[in-house]
T-cell receptor, first 115, second 114 residues
Framework: GAVVSQHPSWVICKSGTSVKIECRSL??????MFWYRQFPKQSLMLMAT?????????EQGVEKDKFLINHASLTLSTLTVTSAHPEDSSFYIC???????????FGDGTRLSIL | GDSVTQMEGPVTLSEEAFLTINCTYT??????LFWYVQYPGEGLQLLLK?????DKGSNKGFEATYRKETTSFHLEKGSVQVSDSAVYFC?????????????FGAGTRLFVKA
């Protein structure tokens, strides 16, 4: 079946540093990738939608300069949390979709802890 | 706007008990409906889906039927196992003028005791 790989699975870093999270579709070409944030015991909050080769579409309230998304190829999207602070600590999950009428496949998530 | 409402958890059951997790939705048009499962520390896995009214999605003993008349997509399983302990998310997807969106319910945590 389709697999989405997310890396790293867990990262701890100091306040002020930037962190990059990778999302790869391993056995299909993903025309669209999605980035979600999940707070403890809560549902997924969509942060942005990215289509290969174009700028990401951010949801209202999500800072574009804070959460940089790059979708340079059909199999890779990256989320960079710039100048991270403790309030950015969360579980970030990516998902990828082959085409419009296909379901989303999710990565295993990245737990980000900012000290 | 479009939304998904699912029963609050946690739901605690004994092994081999019958499971129902209610899910209702509000949406214009013809959304597709999904159930996802999230095990501790992991991302979401698609459990089952239905793309049109009266479709029944099924997988691993779980079932859900797309009921347009009641705007519901309740998840059921006849006999739960300890390994079914997880968080279950009901979701709808649709494509509209704002683009493709998936909307998730708040999630229902299931605990199954041996």
């Amino acid at each position: 079946g389709a697999v989405v790989s997310q890396h790293p699975s867990w990262v701890i870093c100091k306040s002020g540093t930037s962190v990059k999270i990778e999302c790869r579709s391993l056995d299909f070409q993903a025309t669209t990738m999605f980035w979600y944030r999940q707070f403890p015991k809560q549902s997924l909050m969509l942060m942005a939608t990215s289509n290969e080769g174009s700028k990401a579409t951010y949801e209202q309230g999500v800072e574009k300069d804070k959460f940089l998304i790059n979708h340079a190829s059909l199999t890779l999207s990256t989320l960079t949390v710039t100048s991270a602070h403790p309030e950015d600590s969360s579980f970030y999950i990516c998902s990828a979709r082959r085409q419009l009428d296909q379901p989303q496949h999710f990565g295993d998530g990245t737990r980000l802890s900012i000290l | 706007g479009d939304s998904v409402t699912q029963m609050e958890g946690p739901v605690t059951l004994s092994e081999e008990a019958f499971l129902t997790i209610n899910c209702t939705y509000t949406a214009t048009g013809y959304p597709s409906l999904f159930w996802y499962v999230q095990y501790p520390g992991e991302g979401l896995q698609l459990l089952l889906k239905a793309t049109k009214a009266d479709d029944k999605g099924s997988n691993k003993g779980f079932e859900a039927t797309y009921r347009k008349e009641t705007t519901s997509f309740h998840l059921e399983k006849g006999s739960v196992q300890v390994s079914d302990s997880a968080v279950y998310f009901c979701a709808l997807s649709k494509n509209d003028t704002g683009g493709f969106k998936t909307i998730f319910g708040a999630g229902t945590r299931l605990f199954v005791k041996a």
